[in-house]
């Protein structure tokens, strides 16, 4: 992957982080963000949290993470916007129930939004050894 192409990827994801967190702050009284730079702030923390301190957190907990059947990794990301929100100044989250469902809405529109949209179609040769 080019180094373009990084770059893109990264501010797609920092777009839809934004996007999620501006849909959080509307639909949830407990999640504040003080304006629009602070949303950004908070995006581009939240994704260098995502990339430097959960896998981190992921590797600590795997055995929650698989007797749950993956479902705490919903309260990793509830701990990483807890951090983030300890992090900027402006944006507060009130409760770990808030930051869940925060977390919540953010898988939702990164799984509605973020995929590719490109269908990998990979096809099997068989050879018969029967000759």
Known sequence: MNQKSIFWKASFQIMLTSLALLVGD???????IDSNVTLIVAAVVIALL????????????IPATLFTFGL????INAAVLLMASELVEGFKIETFWSALGLSLIISLINALLGGDGKVKVQRMRMDNDSE
């Open 50 to 61: 995502n990339r430097f301190v959960k896998p981190l957190l992921v590797l600590l907990t």
């Open 72 to 75: 705490f990794l919903l309260v």
């Open 26 to 32: 509307y639909m949830m009284q407990r999640v504040s």
